[in-house]
């Protein structure tokens, strides 16, 4: 990294981190929409940018990260941290079972997939009595928006992290040959599947993460509002508009939009 990008790099960090402390009730709560849209455009930047697989099933991982938090905390009246790993196992599990079938597909067949899991899910947990069903959860509320922007800067951070360290891993240059040529990568030693279902899991962690600190901010979840395919439209559109396949450009494209 060059001086000066290390340069403009600390001043957008040491930025956003004064947020709390300079801006109003209105710039923290758009800051907080603003960082957790980061976030999830950098989990998506993982599957789509570096794996090259184009995902619209991103939105379930977000929409089960969120009724992880909801459930464990209306439902059980556990805290909101057991809420939290409860939406990753959720997730993980929906990774491992489901992406290992949808990932042999490619292309156009790949998203279409993915945009039919999202439609999918949010019919099941319409029907699921702990999740509300189409009436959704009210959880309690928590009028505290420094430690929401504070919890949504601090998962970006480890987002950028996660993917800059791709870019340095054994494993993230074995996405970037799946991307570049699967069929190459394979024979190359790759394990493409294995190799796919791990980036899909990864991509997903971030989006439940992301999406149990929105709904305990919000404070409310339904269903359509949980599984929401435009949110996974604005995913890919920051993580394009950015620079997909980039440590940053997910961020610079989200913080712009």
Known sequence: MKRWQLALLVIGLLALIGVPWYGSDVLIQFGINAVLLAVLAQGWN???????YASFGNSVFYGLGSYGVAIAMVQWHLPFWVGMVFGVVLALVFAFLLGVPVLRLR??????ATLALAQVMA????????AGQNIGLVLPPLNNDRLFYGLSLALLVIATLTVYW???SRFGFGLIAIR?????????????????VLAFALSGVFSALAGGIHAYWITFLDPDSAFDISLNVKM????VFGGAGTVFGPIVGALSL
């Open 166 to 168: 791709l870019t340095r």
């Open 180 to 196: 570049e040529n699967e069929e190459g990568a394979a024979v190359m030693g790759v394990n493409t599947t294995l190799y796919k």
């Open 123 to 130: 019919a099941i947990v319409s029907n699921v009595p702990l």
């Open 236 to 239: 890919i559109i920051m993580a």
């Open 46 to 52: 993982i599957i789509g940018g570096y794996t090259g």
């Open 107 to 112: 292309g156009h067949y790949f998203a279409i």
